[in-house]
């Protein structure tokens, strides 16, 4: 995908939900938002998403500042 597709298709979501919140856009696009404690580690999971049986989640290690998971959450929401 290009940056120019990337970058219309981020301008759709937020002009249609209002808010460029990656935490906003989950809820709104019924997608579940998981924390779970992976480690500090350089090497430590950052976050993923999973789709079973079409539950949308996205999965973020909560030892992350929380501007480092928000982040990770607009990164999988390109998933």
């Known amino acids: 995908m290009t940056y120019a597709a990337i970058s219309e298709s981020v301008g759709k ?7 460029r919140d990656p935490f906003d856009l989950c809820r709104a696009l019924g997608i579940k938002l998981l924390f779970q ?20 989640t ?15 959450v607009a990164h999988e929401l390109c998933h």
């Open 13 to 19: 979501l937020v002009n249609k939900y209002g808010s």
């Open 37 to 56: 404690a992976m480690g500090k580690d350089p090497d430590a999971v950052k976050g993923f998403f999973l789709e079973s049986k079409r539950i949308r």
């Open 58 to 72: 996205i999965t973020v290690n909560s030892d992350l500042p929380r501007v480092i998971q928000k982040i990770i």
